[in-house]
C-alpha cells in the first residue's frame, strides 16, 4: 500500500519490509533458520509499530524522531503481545489469521540473538508465513 505520511511510521515501515525480506533470503539461501526468525519477528515488531503510530490520534502521539523511541520504550518495548493489544484497541476485532499469526509469533524476543543453535527450518518458515501474513494485513491499513 503507501507509504505511511509520519516520518516515524514510515521508517518503521520500509524497516518492516526490508527485514520480512532478508529473514525470506536467510532461511531460503543461507539456510540460517534462527537467524531468519530473529530477523523476522523485527520485521513483525516494525510493522505493528508503524501501525500503532499511523492509528493514535496525533494528539496522543509524541513528536517525531527521538521521543518516538522513548514512547516505545515506556509505553510496549519489544513485547509483540503488548503490541498486539495495542493494535486491536485501535484497529478493533482482528481477522482470525491475524489473530493466529500474532499469537504464535508473540513467543519471539530480541534475547533469542543469544540463544546458540542453527534453529529449526520448520519452525522458523512458520514464523516467517505468519509473519507475512502480520505484514501484509497490517500494510492493508496505512
Do not use: N
Given at each position: 500500500?503507501?507509504?505511511p505520511k509520519?516520518?516515524?511510521a514510515?521508517k518503521?515501515y520500509?524497516?518492516a519490509?526490508q527485514?520480512?525480506?532478508e529473514?525470506k533470503v536467510i ?10 526468525e530473529?530477523l523476522?519477528?523485527y520485521?513483525?515488531e516494525c ?6 503510530i499511523?492509528t ?6 509524541p513528536p ?8 516505545w520504550?515506556?509505553e510496549?518495548?519489544h513485547?509483540?503481545?503488548?503490541m498486539r493489544?495495542?493494535?486491536?484497541k485501535r484497529c ?6 491475524v489473530?493466529s499469526a ?11 540473538r543469544y540463544?546458540p ?8 518458515t512458520?514464523f516467517?508465513?505468519e509473519?507475512e501474513?502480520?505484514v ?7
Amino acid at each position: 500500500m503507501a507509504l505511511p505520511k509520519d516520518i516515524d511510521a514510515r521508517k518503521y515501515y520500509r524497516v518492516a519490509k526490508q527485514r520480512l525480506e532478508e529473514a525470506k533470503v536467510i532461511l531460503t539461501k543461507v539456510e540460517l533458520p534462527a537467524a531468519a526468525e530473529y530477523l523476522g519477528g523485527y520485521a513483525v515488531e516494525c510493522m505493528l509499530k508503524a501501525l500503532i503510530i499511523v492509528t493514535t490520534p496525533p494528539s496522543e502521539r509524541p513528536p517525531p524522531g527521538d521521543k518516538t523511541v522513548k514512547w516505545w520504550k515506556k509505553e510496549i518495548g519489544h513485547y509483540l503481545e503488548l503490541m498486539r493489544a495495542a493494535v486491536r484497541k485501535r484497529c478493533g476485532k482482528l481477522p482470525p489469521d491475524v489473530t493466529s499469526a500474532l499469537v504464535y509469533v508473540a513467543t519471539w524476543h530480541p534475547e533469542q540473538r543469544y540463544e546458540p543453535g542453527p534453529g529449526d527450518p520448520a519452525k522458523a518458515t512458520r514464523f516467517l508465513a505468519e509473519a507475512e501474513t502480520i505484514v501484509k494485513w497490517a500494510d492493508q491499513r496505512m
